[in-house]
């Protein structure tokens, strides 16, 4: 049997086409680390599986299968610019679908790290210009002429002498029997016709008539709607509950104890299953549910941030990383600073709450929603029910925001429970209440920093972390350091600064925690750019000459002469506050100078926020923008106005007006600007977030000389 | 039985009187444009249009909404063609874009009220709505392109 022609036929069910067409996929063979093209209709029949990814079928029209989730971050708009470029195509004429969970298919499809684009755009590039000259060679043959004679232009290759075209459409039977070429010419950067330029985004017009599709849009006949109520602390289990008041309203058809995967622990509510979603709801608010919550530490905030510090006084915890030698230099030396920040555990709220719909079969099932990770989901929902993987059928829809929470397999498996039960399709919403009080969250981190200055000069840092380790909740091993203890905290730094340590004191609670948009850097960088800026004062040098001074690379040097030039960091007034952090995220680095004023209410005023992305090699400028404009709101809200706090093992927060969200009324004016050059593309939606919280910090230090060590803070209150 | 004009079409359907609008839209209507975010008249993201004005559908009772003439994203214009549902697409304003049926129709009523909203006036008109992903910046120069659409669009006519 053919292996290729039973993944093309696969390919072609699973993807709802049809018909004689030019399939290309790559996968990665196990041996090497440079992916493979591969022509689904050639004859080859090696033992592989396909990571399918685009489809021309006789009319030219071309389909591609987005393996990532769309959360905002632009990936329908710059996959298919990535790909129209090298085909020479118009974007018009690609059509992008998502792809379903399959990790033999697609390789990693979770939607984290900021790594569509970094992860996959090279082998986009030679794919679809793979593709292109597979269709020319067609053409040349058919008109017997050289291949160099001829040209791919909107969807058409052109003779050029003779000005003789043939549409793509009319190629691809022929091509499809062709054998992949080995190697192919990508464009230079400067030919770039739809790469690097603006384009707007192809999911707009869904967005602005209600049309796109989200998670809580999914609709199947007979489907029904469920809320359940879980342990407010977060952990235990069901001692017992009265469902006769639930019962009594109108819609209500059951109500049931239902267990759901939370990583490695279980966790237990009661469901509520209606016929609305507004009766699910009413019927959550008339159960009376017993828990028993053995074994859960009733925890609160003040005691977290205590144990925090306290054990960064008297523990030098596990290195993540160290060179020279920090501590012989801390003790001996004349000028050291010493000081502790600290930041506030965080929820994803999402504007879209956590939901799924799935679909238990007996024996499958199918599950749609908002979902970051589509074949992690399918690896539990697999093992936990003891179906085979391709039982479980796991298809995403636009997210209405990520942000990390949605890269999780809890609220698909609690769905998944619920169908069961039902034996019918099922809707879980979570309630905004829920979705604030339930985690996992963010988490709060202490952070202990250390330097010695000798003649001006720094000779030494050391930094220790005390936080919860997300890893934990996973696979992570206790033995070791959190990896991403120093992660934020830029490369040059290692070369011009001998003496350097991070190091992690482990610290664990029972509070579920996750990734947040940036994940580690977002609170790392607070603190050790805050840090820096607490060193350049302790030097008496100017804090972005001291940025100067320690990033001696050549990408560091051209950031900075970028920040200086767009913000007159040098032309700076008397009653001006200033601040500037530099931090790395995601193979990104950004560069934020924030400058602040009191206003004449004599509250501080934040005058302009300028953002400089050096994201190396890049899509589309438009969309890059976007996300650092969002990342900066997103940043600001989490610096002075929202955090999660928890009183006696209870979450305090419950919807947004005790979780308030930054406003329209509460944005700076934003300017961004990204770095030109070829290096090795890097994120884009998540690395503008971490600077800007010590560049504000920073800056109000600068107008103020009051130095913010931990956050949120009242920005009015300063 | 309960009626309601929703986009200028009649809809009777069976429900209790105190249920919010939002959730009849969505459930027993099948207009999922509108969007649920809070419950709580917070974040706007269920903002449609009764008799015209902005509510919160999420907190609108069916017993208030019946017999009123409700206009809701779906029902903002024919063919994605309202000055603002332009401008959105013009600037790229939404990123994930759940919240922007309602940020829209929030937007509309402002358009509508003052054709010519200084920013301070697209902020008052558009503190009532959250969007988590922070296109606040792209959403007021939308406003301000849409009301120049606008006004070429009368000019036209």
Known sequence: ?718 | MITLTINQQPYQIEADPDMPLLWALRDLIGLTGTKYGCGVAQCGACVVHLNGEAVRSCVTKLSRAAGQKIVTIEGLSKNNDHPLQLAWNEVSVPQCGYCHSGQLMSAAVLLRENPNPTDQDIDNAMAGNICRCGTYPRIRKAIHLAAELQKKEGEAK
Request: charged share 25%.
């Open chain 1, 1 to 718: 049997m053919n292996t290729n022609q039973v993944s093309r036929r696969d390919f072609l069910r699973v993807s709802g086409l049809a018909g004689t067409a030019l399939c290309l996929g790559f996968y990665f063979p196990s041996s090497a680390k440079e992916a493979e093209i591969i022509n689904t209709t050639g004859t080859a029949s090696s033992e592989i599986e396909l990571n399918a990814w685009i489809h021309i079928d006789t009319n030219g029209k071309v389909t591609i299968f987005n393996h990532r989730a769309e959360m905002g971050q632009g990936s329908f708009q710059s996959v298919p610019q990535i790909i129209a470029e090298e085909l020479e195509v118009d974007l018009k004429d690609v059509n992008i679908v998502f792809a379903q969970g399959n990790r033999e298919k697609y390789g990693n499809q979770v939607t984290g790290g900021s790594s569509t684009i970094r992860s996959s755009y090279k082998n986009l590039l030679k794919l679809s210009a793979t593709a292109r000259v597979m269709l020319i060679s067609v053409a040349a043959q058919k008109w017997a002429v050289s291949l160099a004679d001829c040209y791919a232009a909107s969807g058409h290759v052109f003779h050029k002498t003779s000005g003789n075209k043939f549409h793509y459409g009319e190629l691809v039977v022929d091509a499809s029997k062709l054998a992949t070429p080995k190697e192919v010419i990508l464009k230079k950067t400067s030919e770039y016709k739809l790469i690097r330029k603006p384009l707007l985004r192809q999911d707009t017009p869904l967005k602005t008539n209600g049309t796109a599709i989200f998670g809580l849009d999914k609709k199947l006949p007979g489907m029904l709607y469920a809320t359940v109520e879980r342990n407010p602390r977060l952990r235990g289990v069901v001692k017992s509950f009265d469902a006769s008041a639930a019962l009594k309203v109108p819609g209500v058809i059951k109500v049931f104890k239902v267990r759901m995967g939370v990583f490695k622990t279980f966790r237990e509510g009661v469901a509520v299953v209606a016929n609305s979603t507004w009766a699910a709801m009413q019927g959550k608010k008339a159960l009376k549910v017993a828990w028993d919550d053995t074994g859960f530490e009733h925890i609160n905030t003040a005691d977290i941030y205590k144990r925090q510090q306290d054990s960064l006084q008297t523990q030098e915890g596990l290195f993540a990383k160290k060179q020279g030698e920090p501590d012989a230099i801390l003790k001996q030396a004349e000028k050291t600073v010493d000081v502790v920040y600290q930041t506030p555990y965080q929820s994803h709220s999402c504007m879209e709450p956590v939901n799924c719909v799935a679909h238990y079969q007996g024996d499958k099932v199918e599950i749609w929603g908002p979902i970051q990770a589509p074949e992690w989901v399918q690896d539990y929902i697999s093992e936990q029910l003891g179906l085979a993987k391709e039982k479980v059928i796991v298809n995403m829809t636009f997210l209405g925001g990520g942000f990390g929470r949605k890269a999780f397999m809890d609220y698909p498996h609690e769905a998944t429970m619920i169908s069961k039960e039902m034996s019918a399709p099922v809707q879980v919403v979570w309630t905004r209440e829920d979705d604030a009080t339930q985690g996992p969250y963010r988490p709060g981190i202490s952070y202990r920093c250390q330097g010695a200055i000798k003649d001006g000069e720094i000779t030494a840092l050391k930094f220790r972390m005390a936080g919860q380790n997300n890893d934990h909740w996973r696979a992570g091993k206790t033995d070791q350091a959190n990896r991403s203890t120093a992660e934020g905290f830029l490369k040059p730094y290692y070369d011009s600064i001998k003496n350097i340590s991070f190091a992690e004191v482990q610290f664990e609670t029972p509070i579920p925690t996750m990734w947040w948009r940036s994940v580690y850097a977002s609170t790392n960088g607070f603190a050790y750019e805050s840090f820096l800026d607490e060193i350049a004062l302790a030097a008496g040098k100017d804090p972005l000459a001291l940025r100067r001074q320690y990033l001696q690379e050549e990408r560091s040097q051209l950031l900075i002469d970028k920040m200086e030039a767009v913000s007159g960091w040098k032309q700076r007034k008397k009653n001006e506050g200033f601040g500037v952090a530099i931090t790395e995220c995601f193979a990104s680095t950004v560069g934020q100078i924030v400058k602040v004023s009191r206003a004449e209410n004599g509250k501080i005023k934040i005058d302009q926020v300028w953002a400089v992305m050096d994201c190396g090699w890049y899509v589309n400028p438009d969309i890059i923008k976007a996300q650092v404009e969002g990342s900066i709101v997103m940043a600001l809200g989490a610096a002075t106005i929202h955090e999660i706090t928890f009183k006696d093992g209870l979450v305090e927060q419950s919807n947004f007006y005790n979780y308030k969200m930054p406003r329209i009324t509460d944005i700076p004016p934003i300017e961004v600007y990204i770095m030109e050059n070829e290096a090795n593309a890097g994120g884009v939606g998540e690395p503008g977030l971490p600077a800007f919280a010590p560049a504000l910090t920073n800056a109000i230090f600068d107008l103020t000389g009051k130095r913010i060590r931990k956050l949120p803070f009242d920005l009015s209150a300063v």
